[in-house]
């Protein structure tokens, strides 16, 4: 289980690099950029199935798991840029940034999974976390005016919760189905470029470059990465320490000249860092332990 904890854990490691190839990509729209990246994120998908050919050959896959692959990875997508279409940045993100909470107390539903407090505890802290990181220590602003934009924030933390928790019931599902979720994504987003933006093409060999970088790792090997840790992880943990991506992505800036270190960061990182530890104290203190249900 710590394993596949840790894979799982590898996806929120490239999320972190998320702002800093999107902010090299330049000027393409939200749509095409999750086309394109979505494109990338297929084609490993269909290379890992040419290197290691994939052993459920024949193996029906339920239509429900094509319905919440697919509403998971397009519908945050989606749901998260028409947030930010449509209300301030760092109150959507805020918003957004919900879906570790939700999929900590979700997994209280769970069979076989039991909540404990500290895993309650360490999400609170890193959401407090997350909201130094994202307000740069500042206070929050709601606007009635940006309702809907606020609403599509919460959609978009629902979808990706109940994406994560409903594929460990699906267990039996091989990752390597993730392929067809981020085609059919990027199909979806290159319908929505055209009907809602305006073709911008990466403009250098350098955006370019940052496109591949997204589907490579935070738009592509992140997705199966993720997969496969709430498959067979502890989702607890996962989704207590994914809030260090917000925080890893301020450093990974920071250490690429784009940012500045405040104390606020320091701050954010103690909070993040002690929460993710006491969400994973069971499995840090009594490593070989099992609980009921756990896949190893």
């Not at 596949?4 to 749509?31: D, E, H, K």
């Not at 028409?82 to 959507?92: C, D, F, I, Q, W």
């Amino acid at each position: 289980m710590a394993r596949a904890t840790l894979i799982g854990f590898s996806a929120v490691v490239m999320w972190a690099l998320l702002a800093l190839f999107t902010s090299a990509s330049g000027n393409v729209p939200p749509f095409l950029l999750s086309a394109l990246s979505f494109s990338v994120a297929t084609a490993i998908g269909l290379a890992m199935r040419v290197v290691a050919p994939a052993k459920e050959k024949g193996t029906p896959i339920p239509p429900v798991v094509w319905l919440v692959g697919i509403a998971g990875l397009f519908g945050y997508h989606f749901f998260y840029f028409t947030a930010l279409r449509n209300a301030p940045a760092v109150e959507a993100s805020l918003i957004a940034y919900l879906w570790p909470l939700l999929i900590v107390l979700g997994s209280a539903l769970m069979p076989g999974e039991r909540l404990g407090w500290h895993h309650i505890a360490g999400a609170l802290l890193g959401l407090a976390g997350t909201a130094l990181i994202v307000t740069k220590g500042g206070g929050l602003t709601f606007d009635s005016r940006y309702t809907l934009g606020y609403a599509m924030a919460g959609v978009c933390a629902i979808f990706w919760s109940g994406y994560s928790l409903l594929s460990r019931r699906f267990q039996a599902v091989p990752t390597s189905t993730v392929t067809w979720f981020c085609a059919a994504t990027a199909i979806l987003s290159a319908l929505c470029h055209l009907a809602l933006e305006q073709t911008v093409w990466p403009a250098t060999p350098g955006e370019w470059l940052a496109v591949l970088g997204l589907g490579l790792m935070p738009v592509g090997a992140a997705f199966y990465a993720w997969d496969y840790g709430v498959k067979r992880g502890n989702i607890q943990v996962l989704g207590a320490s994914s809030y260090a991506a917000p925080l890893l992505s301020t450093l990974i800036l920071i250490a690429a000249g784009a940012a500045e270190p405040t104390l606020t960061v320091l701050a954010a990182c103690l909070l993040i860092t002690f929460g993710a530890a006491l969400a994973a104290k069971n499995m840090i203190l009594k490593p070989g332990r099992k609980r009921a249900g756990e896949t190893a």
